[in-house]
């Protein structure tokens, strides 16, 4: 099985690709074609200032753009996480990862945060109340079968043998009515008592069955090098082979037999995964296989994180904030920070539009000199910010725009309460150890009207995601704002 990594939005040509994938140049441009169908990949313009480009101008992207022996397009991966597609494993790395080829300890964190990011998805779809298949994501079914395996253990069926004189759960009401009594002082006494104990049927085919499984996906995930990444244990539970349990037709109506009769929701779920990783010939090495673990928003991922470890406050109530001064009369203590920020008067209609001005995040810091006030803006960019050197990748004037126009959506709040200062920053990713300062971006016209500049901080992501994943806050101080 070919297993490599790609990086971000990185210009890959079809010639490398085919280099890459290891196949032939018709099975590239299809594999390609397929990855586009889900957003996973974009092709853009072959030209000279493409080479040097973080994201591509929607002008670049090309809706077609995928034909044999063509040198016309770059093909840039917009995805982070896992693809699996006819047998191939495609490890997407994030665009800020640039000092290493193969980052795979930065990949195994990064998969631990998608999947907490994810949580509250729905990953695996199988069958709908019709019966009828839905969308299969093979990824997504050994995952769970694996994490089902290690909470619940395998699939059993437990049979109830009543005995006398055992060692399990005494039966009173049978004890009473269908063994003799001794009478002594008015007390009887049972010299036989009836008991009931549950053992699990060790050859039960559903057990077996489940055992087949988890020993056969545990095996292809670690021959596609997934094992490592998602830091799972091999399962090694049957030596069978699927023969052994009969004809596929014979497999799946015994499934779906027992999942007439189960009514515990647990094997219920499990007993429909089995069927549908059965029914759909469950294998990466599939033709047909196209397997996702991950998403095209990374940026959407890297805004949650800072907004998590730098305390966002933006939806919290004004009542519960900790403010330097007592919340002025004129402000509804079930308001929140979000709520302040003005929305557009239409005149002829006297109503205001629903959608204003949205921060990612607020924090209110406090500090030896007072209390902070402090807009963030999560930039999931990869800014070239040098010394005497033109910036290249940057945020663009849009989001500097609208950054100082937060600060002034409060600055009435602010002065009101007495905050000690008001900080704006751009809270960006890299791949380094240690936080570091850019300056800040300005623009003399707002600065006039009293506004603070915009401070400019990449953040190790290797912490931010540490801070994300164990539920701590980061200290704000460390920034220097």
């Known amino acids: 099985m070919v297993s490599l990594f790609l990086r971000e939005q990185k210009r890959y040509t079809q010639e490398k690709l085919c280099e890459l994938f290891k196949c032939s140049e018709k099975r590239t441009v299809q594999i390609l074609k ?34 044999i022996e063509s040198n016309e397009y770059f093909y840039v991966f917009t995805f982070v996480g896992i693809i699996v597609i006819e047998g191939i494993v495609l490890k997407c790395y994030p665009k800020y990862l640039v000092k290493v080829e193969e980052p795979k300890s930065e990949l195994i964190q990064i998969l631990k945060v998608l999947e907490k990011y994810s949580t509250k998805e729905q990953i695996v779809q199988m069958l709908n109340e019709n019966n009828e298949e839905c969308s299969f994501n093979l990824l997504a079914v050994f995952l769970f079968l694996i994490y089902d395996y290690y909470e619940n253990g395998v699939y059993n069926n437990t049979q109830e043998i009543i005995e006398s004189n055992g060692s399990g ?19 009887p006494y049972y010299v036989e008592l009836q008991t009931r104990k549950k053992i699990n049927n060790e050859y039960d085919y559903f057990k077996r069955l489940h055992e087949y499984i988890l020993t056969r ?89 800072c907004a998590d470890i730098m305390d966002n406050q933006l939806r919290e109530r004004l009542g ?18 979000i709520d302040l920020i003005e929305k557009p008067l239409w005149s002829v209609t006297g109503k205001t539009a629903k959608d204003t001005l949205i921060p990612d995040l607020v924090s209110i810091s406090r500090n030896s000199a007072g209390y902070d006030f402090i807009i963030f ?45 008001v900080r704006n920053c751009f809270l960006m990713p890299t791949e380094e150890n240690k936080i570091i300062k850019k300056g800040e971006v300005s623009m003399k016209m707002l600065e006039s009207l009293g506004l603070e500049n915009i401070k ?18 980061m200290n704000i101080e460390m920034l220097e704002l």
């Open 320 to 337: 519960t904030l900790k403010l330097p001064m007592p919340l002025k009369q004129e402000y509804d203590n079930n308001e929140r920070l």
């Open 34 to 67: 397929r990855l586009k169908e889900f957003g996973a990949v974009k092709s853009v313009k072959a030209i000279d200032v493409q080479k040097d480009m973080t994201e591509p101008p929607e002008e670049d992207v090309v809706v077609n753009g995928v034909e």
């Open 169 to 187: 759960e005494i039966l009173w009401d049978r004890t009473i009515n269908e063994t003799f009594t001794l009478l002594s002082g008015n007390t």
């Open 377 to 421: 803006d999560a930039k999931y960019y990869n800014a070239r910010l040098e010394i005497n050197v033109s910036p290249k990748g940057q945020p663009g004037i849009e989001s500097i725009t609208k950054q100082y126009l937060y600060q002034l959506a409060y600055q009435k709040f602010i002065r009101e309460h007495g905050f000690a200062r």
């Open 456 to 473: 400019v901080r990449l953040i190790p992501a290797k912490m931010a995601y540490e801070h994300y994943l164990f539920g701590r806050k």
């Open 217 to 305: 996906i545990s095996d292809e995930l670690n021959e596609a090098g997934l094992i490592e990444l998602f830091e799972l244990t091999e399962i090694n539970l049957s030596d069978e082979e699927l023969n052994d349990f009969g004809e596929k037709d014979y497999i799946l109506n015994r499934l779906e037999n027992e999942l007439d009769r189960q009514f515990n929701t647990r094997k219920q779920m499990l007993l429909k995964t089995m069927h549908a990783f059965i029914r759909q010939n469950g294998s990466l090495y599939n033709a047909e296989c196209l397997s996702l673990f991950g998403t095209n928003n990374f940026n959407l991922v890297w805004e949650k994180v």
